[in-house]
């Protein structure tokens, strides 16, 4: 025992040492001090104040990563990318990383938002100009659609209420995007429909309809869920 | 054992570093399930969707019986391009 003792003497010495040195740097540095102010004391600041904070080197660290991290992410939100960018690049040495990755994923959504309303409308609109077109087919047409209307009509609720109902089982999930994704796909389904029964037979336009169609629907369904709570969308990087 | 509430004792405000909001809220495979379960109907709707667009038109049926038959309209064509005498 005595000599077990004995030989870890050096060793306090050594953390004691090592402590003392620590204490000393962090009441230099006034990490020491530091506290995290609430996300409140931030709320309905502009962003001039919150650049003033971040940039004041008289404020602790956790006061300056806090503004710093709040006016990256408000100007990602407002949909000014550049200079969420040059903020984040600005403060990066004392910035939340999770700043970055938001103004990076509200970015990337913006360019999907403006893909999807791109391809919904183009999709859309050369489907009714070609039902326009061939407007002396459209009895027809809505005969095809009928058709169809019971496996559509059992797709849709099976979606939009099975869906729902077990995403609303957890505990704060919504069943809300199931439910508008199914109400909207039956319009476009149903205009698909008639596109294809007035359209040509041939192998590349049922193709590209195709083609279509399944753009039309994942972009129907990425607005649905924008629209509802883009926060939905962090599990798919965006 | 203290007779305070154990889940205060763990969890103190000091040591939550974040609280995410929205679905499945701090529990990750929460939301996985859900986005999964939406992805699935997503791309259920677009399979669907493409057999639909991609289908042919509709076969021309013809119900009941022709009124003519072949042989006669054969025929009828015939005294046609003779024209009349």
Redesign the interface.
């Known amino acids: 025992m005595d000599v077990g003792s004995v030989a870890c003497e050096p060793s306090y010495a050594l953390w004691l040492r090592v402590m003392l040195v620590l204490a000393v740097a962090l009441f230099f540095t006034r990490i020491a001090h530091a506290q995290a102010p609430p996300p409140s004391f931030f709320a309905g600041r502009t962003n001039d104040e919150l650049r003033a904070l971040a940039s004041d080197a008289h404020n602790d660290v956790l006061l300056r990563r806090g503004a710093a991290t709040k006016l990256v992410m408000t100007l990602a939100d407002d949909g000014e990318f550049d200079a969420a960018d040059a903020a984040g690049q600005e403060f990066a040495k004392n910035i939340d990383s999770g700043a970055i990755k938001h103004a990076k994923a509200v970015r990337r959504r913006s360019h999907v938002h403006v893909a999807a309303m791109g391809a919904l409308g183009v999709a859309l609109g050369i489907a009714v100009l070609s039902l326009v077109a061939a407007h002396r087919l459209l009895a027809g047409a809505l005969r095809s659609v009928r058709g169809i209307a019971p496996v559509v009509t059992f797709f849709l609720l099976y979606t939009g209420l099975v869906g729902g109902y077990l995403a609303s089982r957890y505990e704060n999930s919504s069943s809300l995007p199931f439910v508008l994704f199914a109400a909207f796909m039956l319009p476009l389904v149903a205009i698909f429909r008639a596109w294809s029964a007035v359209g040509s037979p041939r192998l590349a336009a049922r193709t590209g309809r195709a083609l279509a169609a399944v753009a039309s629907t994942l972009a129907l369904a990425f607005l649905v869920v924008e629209h509802i709570n883009p926060t939905f969308l962090e599990g798919f990087g965006l | 054992m203290s007779e305070e509430d154990p889940v205060e004792q763990e969890v103190r405000p000091e040591s939550v570093r974040?609280i995410r909001?929205?679905?499945?809220?701090n529990?990750s495979s929460?939301?996985?399930?859900?986005?999964t379960?939406?992805?699935s109907?997503?791309i259920?709707?677009?399979v669907?969707?493409?057999?639909?667009?991609?289908?042919?038109?509709?076969p021309i049926t013809v119900v009941g019986r022709p009124e003519v038959s072949q042989p006669d309209l054969i025929e009828r064509d015939a005294n046609t391009r003779e024209g009349p005498q």
């Open positions: 974040a909001l929205g679905h499945g809220a529990c929460i939301g996985s399930v859900v986005d379960l939406f992805a109907a997503v259920g709707g677009a669907l969707a493409a057999v639909l667009a991609a289908m042919r038109k509709e």
